[in-house]
């Protein structure tokens, strides 16, 4: 029997630890850390090896090593390798403002407006079947109502015959949250998987971080207009030594990723707890959460990201209680 080989799969090294823990697999759900050949899931489709989704999907499930062996998180639900994290299928767009991309991650977030309707205040992205990814100070106090999945533009999603509107089951956000540690979880209804629905990657903890990042959302632009199409803008990393929001508030540099400095092309009000994300070898990758910037959003000056390589640990410590 061919058994597929995933010793090479993890590019850092891991303590002799974690068999028999519990852990959160790639699509969301409470496993076991175990040995490969223990899990029925990785039995059934190893001979599937040439398969660059099945390679990742167990890649992501790597949660510690016995032996020289690694263990994979485990779970008995029939699991779907095949589903990849980071893909997006392109389309045709009319004008530059929509992008020619839809990003299937994105995740609108409604807030409760006293008797109006619901509005949209800031926004996440999807990283398993289960939880959204968004900013602490996106959750803290706030009224949260329900998620929209699935769509690109605000103004009429109810209409879009790909939109997805959520319950929120529970909420949760980083117990040390003032300026720093801003980064918070959603869990939702279990939501599938389609072209208009999808999770994003999230890194290694010591993948590289990229020179340049793509950020996209909805929210206001230099002249304090809210955009119903999701806007997108390609900025650069920062030095911490140049990243005044963060230093001036004595934030430890390994929490956060600085990005930005252009004329016109920062985040703004309305985006807080999107992704800072690139595309790497596993597909787009989310690196950061839109934290907080300049109140000028047109000026430049660089923004703060939580640095989500930093918070690997605490998300999946997060999930697990959330789940149970």
């Not at 599937?48 to 263990?71: D, H, P, T, W």
């Not at 995740?107 to 509005?119: D, H």
């Not at 929001?245 to 929490?255: F, G, L, P």
């Amino acid at each position: 029997m061919q058994i597929l080989c995933i010793c090479f799969l993890l590019p850092f090294a891991l303590s002799e630890s974690g068999i028999n823990k519990k852990c959160i697999t790639p699509h969301g759900a409470i496993g076991t850390c175990q040995e490969a050949t223990s899990c029925p899931l990785f039995l059934k489709y190893h001979q599937f090896s040439n398969s660059s989704a099945v390679r990742k999907y167990f890649k992501q499930s790597i949660c510690g090593e016995r032996y020289n062996m690694k263990l994979i998180c485990c779970d008995h639900i029939d699991s779907n390798p095949f589903e990849e994290c980071g893909a997006q299928k392109e389309e045709k767009s009319a004008t530059s403002d929509d992008s020619a991309k839809h990003f299937p991650w994105m995740a609108a977030i409604q807030y409760r407006n006293g008797n109006e309707k619901p509005v949209f205040k800031c926004q996440g992205f999807l990283i398993n079947q289960n939880f959204i990814l968004t900013a602490a100070h996106c959750l803290k106090n706030s009224g949260i109502h329900s998620v929209i999945l699935g769509v690109s533009n605000l103004s009429n999603y109810a209409e879009q015959e790909s939109h997805k509107k959520l319950k929120i089951l529970n909420v949760s956000y980083h117990e040390n949250y003032k300026v720093a540690d801003d980064i918070g979880l959603i869990r939702i209804e279990s939501v599938k998987y389609g072209d208009k629905i999808r999770w994003i990657c999230l890194p290694s903890k010591n993948a590289p971080i990229p020179d340049w990042f793509t950020v996209r959302g909805w929210g206001m632009n230099d002249e304090k207009s809210v955009f119903t199409v999701t806007r997108q803008n390609f900025i650069p990393s920062i030095s911490y030594s140049h990243c005044p929001h963060a230093w001036r508030r004595n934030i430890d540099e390994s929490k956060i990723i600085c990005a930005g400095g252009e004329l016109n092309m920062d985040v703004c009000d309305g985006d807080s707890g999107g992704a800072l994300m690139n595309k790497t070898e596993l597909g787009w990758t989310a690196f950061g959460i839109v934290a907080f910037g300049s109140r000028d959003c047109s000026r430049g000056d660089p923004g703060v990201y939580t640095k989500i390589q930093n918070y690997l640990d605490w998300l999946d410590r997060t999930m697990i209680e959330m789940l149970h």
